[in-house]
């Protein structure tokens, strides 16, 4: 094929079409790269600040029960009422938040799922979910905190 046969028309419109292809493809596979990137960067980072995220400042790795923290999105605190789809818990700041429990609530204690009648008055729970308009948190998970055990003075 000589260069004159090249730009014809008929070969010059396969051309364009094979590079319009090439490109197509280098430009979804870089949007795959880019997406990829930040999904990992947004999961490293939930990772490092998992503590911060969860339980707020203080300690890492200790949850204590008394230090304030959680916002809207979550709670932390002592359950005070249970009815049959809600419970109201009350915070480490005595602020009393409603939570309603829907089919998608994963209820957690010690590694088991469990049911809202499962659960008793003074149980200590974390939840993590979202506000409605109401104010009331609706939570994709619970998980029961376990009962402290007793502190045995050394001898």
């Not at 260069?3 to 979804?28: G, T």
């Not at 939570?99 to 049911?115: G, V």
Request: glycine fraction near 8%; hydrophobic fraction near 45%; include cysteine.
């Amino acid at each position: 094929m000589s260069f004159k046969e090249i730009f014809k028309p008929v070969h010059f419109n396969k051309l364009l079409i094979v590079l319009a292809a090439i490109v197509i493809l280098v430009f979804v596979f870089s949007l795959g790269l880019f997406i990829g990137h930040g999904k990992s960067r947004f999961s490293r980072n939930w990772g490092e600040n998992y503590c911060g995220n969860i339980m707020g400042p203080g300690r890492p790795g200790m949850m204590e029960f008394d230090r304030p923290g959680f916002n809207a999105h979550s709670g932390l605190g002592q359950i005070i009422k249970i009815d049959q789809s809600s419970l109201v818990i009350k915070d480490q700041a005595n602020i009393e938040k409603t939570i309603l429990i829907t089919d998608k609530t994963a209820i957690i204690r010690d590694n088991q799922n469990i049911k809202i009648t499962d659960l008793k008055v003074d149980d200590k729970i974390v939840v993590i979910g979202r506000p409605n308009d109401q104010g009331q948190i609706e939570p994709n998970l619970i998980r029961v905190l376990p009962a402290q055990a007793p502190v045995i003075p050394s001898r």
